[in-house]
């Protein structure tokens, strides 16, 4: 189990294309890691302008450098850097720091529960543009609370739900996120599917007004829903394969994310 452990869950946290949770219910154990290359792309068909779907179009792909550490057997620090190309627009986008920490334990007959914290920062690392429906990104430095409940069953099943909040500086709005995910993990395999979403609290539209138009300023919600396939190839090496679907919102685009991982368990 140690194995399957070093690799959840935020292999795809560089933007809220492939996100599924900041953090996750597994925990490295002390002095135990793993780093992960991860790489895909969003096939957008349509875009949600405030709340009124449009016939707009994207394609966005990335490169994500991960790496997760167990600085004790309660506490994991995870990190994060990605690049993201979307037509003309390509650069390095946010770098991520998240600390999780387990506060609580209890086991049964049936299985664990486990309650956790985390606490994180995330901030641009690149200048990248914004200003159209290419972007990478809204420049926003973000504060970035959770609280989670995880539970897993002798069987290895289990299932996590996450919520807290999202405190983003200047004028991107904060936001609220939600994450509930189900699945089972055993020595070779992993698989799970979950549901996303995200609420910001105020904002503009796209294509609303005021005009000319501070895209740092767009509120940003979605559902979303995917799921994640992971098998270990030695000790040391596994893959993993991602899948979601935006199925709307507002400021968002709708469709499509696949994404392929390389796992190397330190």
Wanted: hydrophobic content about 35%; proline content about 3%; cysteine-free.
């Amino acid at each position: 189990m140690k194995i399957i452990a070093t690799l959840f869950f935020s292999l795809f946290i560089v933007s809220h294309s492939f996100s599924q949770g900041k953090i996750d219910g597994f925990y490295k154990g002390k002095n135990n890691g793993a780093s992960v290359l991860g790489s895909g792309f969003e096939a957008s068909k349509s875009y949600f302008a405030g709340t009124n779907k449009i016939d707009l179009s994207r394609n966005l792909y990335y490169l994500n450098l991960y790496a997760a550490y167990g600085i004790t057997e309660n506490l994991d620090v995870n990190f994060s850097l990605p690049y993201l190309s979307s037509d003309e627009e390509s650069n390095f986008q946010d770098v991520s720091l998240m600390l999780k920490y387990r506060f609580f334990q209890s086991a049964s007959e049936n299985g664990n529960l486990e309650l956790s914290l985390g606490a994180g920062f995330s901030t641009p690392v690149s200048d990248y543009n914004i200003g159209g429906l290419n972007d990478i990104g809204q420049q926003a430095s973000v504060i970035e609370t959770r609280v989670m409940v995880h539970y897993k069953f002798n069987s290895g099943w289990f299932t996590t739900v996450q919520s807290g909040f999202s405190f983003k500086f200047d004028v991107t709005p904060n936001s609220l996120p939600l994450t509930f995910k189900t699945g089972k993990a055993s020595k070779r395999w992993y698989y799970d599917v979950y549901y996303d979403y995200q609420h910001s609290f105020g904002g503009i539209d796209y294509r609303g007004t005021p005009r000319p138009q501070n895209f740092k300023e767009l509120g940003v919600d979605y559902h979303k829903v995917g799921g994640t396939l992971y098998r270990t190839l030695s000790e040391n090496f596994g893959v993993a394969l991602n899948f979601s679907y935006t199925l709307g919102g507002r400021n968002t685009f709708q469709g499509p994310a696949y994404g392929l991982s390389i796992v190397y368990n330190l």
